[in-house]
C-alpha cells in the first residue's frame, strides 16, 4: 500500500501536474477535451452495439458499420485516455480513494476483454451473419454487454464529480 | 429581466424540492438527470457528426445524405426532448448556477443555431432527397452549414462543461 501512495505521490509531484493544479484554466480545458472525446466513444461504439443487438441500420452490414464507426471510437478512445491520464496526473491520491474511479476503471477494462473475446472469437464467423438483420446470439450479447460496460463508465466518470 | 426571473425562480416551490439536499432521493435526482443529459449528448453528437460529415463528403458515403437523415433524424429529436427535460430540471434545481451563467448562456445560442441547421436538413431533404447535390452553390452551401454545425456542437459540448467552472454565484 505505501508503495502505491509512493508512486501516486511521485506522479503527483511531476511538474505537469503541478502546473495542472495550479492554472486556473488548465483542468477545465483538458476536461473539456476529455468529456468531448468520451462522448464521441459512446456515441459509436453504442451504434455498432445496437447494429449487433439488431436494433439499428439491420439492413446494412454488420462489417459495414464496424468499419464506419471503430475508427472513431479508437481515436477518441486514445484521446480520452491522454487527456484522462492528465487529469488524473494533477490529484492521484484523491481519485484513489473514490470509489466510482476505481469501478469507472474496471468498467473499461471489461469493456476490453469483451471486445478482445467478440473480435477473436465470435467475429471470425461474421462472413455467415454479416448481413442478418439480427445477428446471432454470441453477437447480441457481446453488444449488449458492451453498451452496459459503457454506460456504466461515462456514468461513474459524471459521478465523481459528486464525491 | 433575466435576473428577475432568476431571483423569483431560486424562491420557487419547485427549486425549494430540487435543493432539498438532506433527504436522499431528492439529492439522487441531479446526478441521475446529469447522467441521462450526458449520454443523450453522446447520441445527438454522433448522429448530428454523421450527417455533417456526410454533407462535407469525409465520411458515411456508403449512404445517401437522405437515408442517413431519415435513420438519424429521430435519434436526434429523441435526444434533445430528453435533453431538454433533463436540462429544464437542472436550471430550475439551480437557477442561478444556469440562467446567469456565461457557459449557459453560450450554450443556448449555439443550440439555437444548430437546431434551425438540422431543422432546416430535415425539411429540405423531406421534399427532394438530393436538394443538395443540385448545384455547385447548393454543394457549397451544405459545406457551410456542416461546418458551422460541427463547429458549434463542439462549442455546446464545452460551453455546457464549463458551466461548472463559470458560476457566478457566490462572489
Same mark, same amino acid.
Given at each position: ?23 486556473? &484554466? ?6 473539456? +477535451? ?11 461504439? =453504442? ?9 439499428? &441500420?439491420?439492413? *446494412? ?5 464496424? #468499419? ?17 491520464? /492528465?487529469?488524473? $496526473? ?18 473499461? /477494462? ?7 473475446? !467478440? ?11 454479416? *448481413? ?20 456504466? @463508465? ?5 459521478? +465523481?464529480?459528486? @464525491? | 429581466?433575466?435576473?428577475?426571473? =432568476?431571483?423569483?425562480?431560486? /424562491? ?11 433527504? !436522499? ?21 454522433? $448522429? ?18 437522405? #437515408? ?8 436526434? &429529436? ?5 435533453? !431538454?427535460? =433533463? ?19 453560450? %450554450? ?16 429540405? @431533404? ?13 454543394? %457549397? ?5 456542416? =461546418? /458551422? ?11 455546457? *462543461? ?10
Amino acid at each position: 500500500m505505501d508503495t502505491v501512495i509512493g508512486i501516486l505521490q511521485w506522479i503527483n509531484d511531476q511538474p505537469l501536474a503541478d502546473n495542472i493544479r495550479g492554472s486556473y &484554466w488548465m483542468f477545465p480545458a483538458i476536461e473539456t +477535451i476529455h468529456v468531448i472525446a468520451i462522448v464521441i466513444v459512446l456515441g459509436s461504439i =453504442t451504434r455498432l452495439d445496437m447494429r449487433l443487438m439488431g436494433l439499428v &441500420w439491420r439492413n *446494412r452490414p454488420v462489417t459495414e458499420v464496424s #468499419e464506419e464507426m471503430l475508427p472513431w471510437t479508437w481515436t477518441s478512445f486514445v484521446v480520452a485516455t491522454v487527456f484522462g491520464l /492528465l487529469l488524473w $496526473s494533477s490529484k492521484p491520491i484523491d481519485y484513489f480513494q473514490i470509489a466510482f474511479f476505481d469501478v469507472k476503471m474496471i468498467l473499461i /477494462l471489461l469493456a476490453g476483454v469483451n471486445m478482445l473475446l !467478440f473480435q477473436f472469437v465470435t467475429f471470425k464467423t461474421v462472413a455467415q451473419w454479416d *448481413r442478418d438483420p439480427l445477428p446471432p446470439p454470441p453477437a447480441r450479447f457481446a453488444g449488449a454487454l458492451s453498451m452496459v460496460f459503457w454506460l456504466g @463508465v461515462v456514468i461513474c466518470g459524471r459521478l +465523481i464529480g459528486f @464525491v | 429581466m433575466l435576473e428577475g426571473f =432568476t431571483e423569483w425562480l431560486s /424562491l420557487s416551490r419547485t427549486t425549494a424540492i430540487f435543493s432539498d439536499t438532506t433527504s !436522499f432521493w431528492t439529492w439522487l435526482i441531479i446526478p441521475i438527470s446529469q447522467c441521462v443529459h450526458i449520454i443523450c449528448v453522446a447520441i445527438v453528437m454522433i $448522429s448530428v457528426g454523421m450527417l455533417n460529415l456526410r454533407l462535407l463528403g469525409i465520411g458515411g458515403m456508403r449512404q445517401s445524405f437522405a #437515408e442517413l437523415a431519415r435513420d438519424l433524424m429521430p435519434w436526434i &429529436w429523441g435526444a434533445l426532448t430528453l435533453l !431538454f427535460i =433533463t436540462g429544464t430540471i437542472q436550471t430550475v434545481a439551480e437557477p442561478g448556477r444556469e440562467l446567469l451563467n456565461v457557459g449557459f448562456r453560450t %450554450k443556448m445560442v449555439l443550440l439555437a443555431a444548430t437546431v434551425a441547421i438540422t431543422l432546416v436538413y430535415e425539411r429540405t @431533404v423531406k421534399k427532394d432527397p438530393h436538394y443538395w447535390e443540385h448545384s455547385p452553390e447548393r454543394r %457549397k452551401m451544405a459545406q457551410v452549414l456542416a =461546418t /458551422l454545425s460541427l463547429v458549434f456542437w463542439i462549442g455546446i459540448a464545452a460551453a455546457g *462543461r464549463l458551466i461548472a467552472y463559470l458560476d457566478v454565484r457566490h462572489g
